[in-house]
């Protein structure tokens, strides 16, 4: 009887392949559900952190706790008086609003009433912080303090070109901004100045911005596009509103003048230069009210002036004792440049002109905002603050500088790219 092998039958080698795979799985799912209790077994013999001493415990052992130093509590950092804050953002909003008068002087002698054409392009004044600070300094001495590279050889950096197209400068236009705070500011309440300060704002912010577009419009030259249409439409505003002026700042003075005698000085604490710096401003204003006034007794202004330079010695003393003392840095380059301004209307006859009363409300605006930032440096000196320090980027070598500026032009060079 013979055999014959014809090869596995099919269903036994399937059942075989099913059950190897069934063998496989079962031992992956072993070995994954022992990794699992192994890591669970891991974290349960892990012993739990100990719990932090409690006070009476480092109270018995006589060792506290270390701890980090807390932030600085804000809240416990004197700030500047309600009094003092109001009463600087009136003073700034009255002294710089005198630049309106020196814009309307420029704009009307420079288009009339007919408007602005080809002929008759509007100006809107020049002013003294547009000026060169030291017109009679040496372009030598200039030459050897200008900022260098960094580099061998010392080459000069250059200046900083203005943004092309942002208009002729109108520096008041700051100190008329103050008039919105100001009127903002409900502590404390002056009943008789603040209904004026409020009318004097609703007039002054549309007349401010119509001037901020008037200038951006020309120094743009937008005219050569749209042939005067929009510069015509800026003018027919501004004669509905330049013609009042004189008598919204009259309005506006009478208030001020009523209102000064009355004024309180604010309750921070100020060092010797502080007081020094305060009596500075008080001197100042009075000889800019009597320098403004319709008639001016120059006796009265010399004996002023003499004072204001008394106050500045001492200022500068000060200075010499600390370098870093907050009134006599910002003071002292500020009182300088409003005893020239009194010296240069101090001979003067009869009314002064619109600019040189200018030239002594924003020395004295610009005096005001300088008393106000010491009081601010001072309180965050005395709570333990440091100095903010603004950079200064043309400070800075070419090696930090991303596009390095030549002392020609001062327009940044574009580095070219490198051949592949």
Request: glycine content about 8%.
């Amino acid at each position: 009887m013979g055999f014959a092998f014809h090869g596995p039958s099919p269903m036994v080698g399937e059942g075989m392949l099913q059950g190897a795979i069934a063998m496989r799985t079962q031992v992956f799912g072993l070995i994954a559900m022992m990794t699992s209790l192994g890591a669970l077994g891991a974290c349960k013999d892990d012993p739990p952190p100990p719990p932090p001493p409690s006070a009476d415990t480092a109270s018995a052992t006589g060792k506290a706790k270390a701890t980090k130093p807390s932030a600085r509590d804000r809240t416990a950092v004197p700030r500047i008086s309600p009094e003092s804050m109001k009463q600087y953002r009136v003073e700034t909003c009255y002294f710089g609003s005198m630049g309106l008068l020196v814009a309307k002087e420029a704009y009307m002698a420079s288009v009339g009433e007919t408007g602005p054409s080809e002929a008759k392009l509007p100006e809107f004044g020049d002013y003294p912080e547009n000026q060169p600070r030291d017109p009679g300094e040496s372009k030598d001495k200039k030459d050897k303090e200008a900022p260098t590279d960094g580099k061998a050889g010392g080459r000069k950096v250059g200046p900083r070109t203005p943004l092309m197209g942002s208009g002729r400068a109108l520096p008041f236009i700051r100190h008329v901004r103050a008039c919105s705070i100001a009127k903002s500011l409900r502590q404390p309440e002056y009943s008789d100045l603040d209904p004026a300060v409020a009318k004097f704002e609703e007039y002054v912010n549309d007349l401010q911005r119509l001037l901020l577009d008037a200038s951006r419009y020309y120094a743009r030259e937008q005219y050569k596009k749209d042939d005067f249409k929009r510069g015509k439409s800026i003018h027919e505003k501004l004669m509905e509103k330049l013609p009042a002026l004189d008598d919204e700042l009259a309005t506006f003075t009478a208030a001020m003048e009523k209102w000064w005698p009355t004024m309180k000085p604010g309750g921070e604490e100020l060092d010797d230069a502080g007081k020094i710096s305060l009596e500075a401003v008080n001197q100042a204003r009075d000889a800019a009210r009597a320098t403004m006034a319709a008639e001016r007794d120059g006796e009265a202004l010399g004996k002023a002036i003499e004072g204001l330079k008394a106050k500045l010695a001492s200022l500068e003393e000060q200075l010499e004792k600390d370098r870093t003392a907050p009134h006599p840095r910002v003071m002292v380059p500020k009182l300088k440049e409003m005893i020239d301004a009194l010296e240069a209307v101090q001979s003067v006859e009869g009314k002064l002109t619109a600019l040189q009363r200018y030239g002594v409300s924003a020395g004295m605006a610009s005096l005001i905002e300088a008393h106000q930032r010491g009081v601010a440096q001072l309180l965050r000196r005395s709570s333990g603050g440091t100095r903010r320090t603004p950079i200064n980027p043309r400070l800075r070598d070419d090696s930090v500088r991303a596009l390095p500026r030549p002392a020609v032009t001062g327009r940044p060079i574009v580095p070219k790219p490198e051949p592949q």
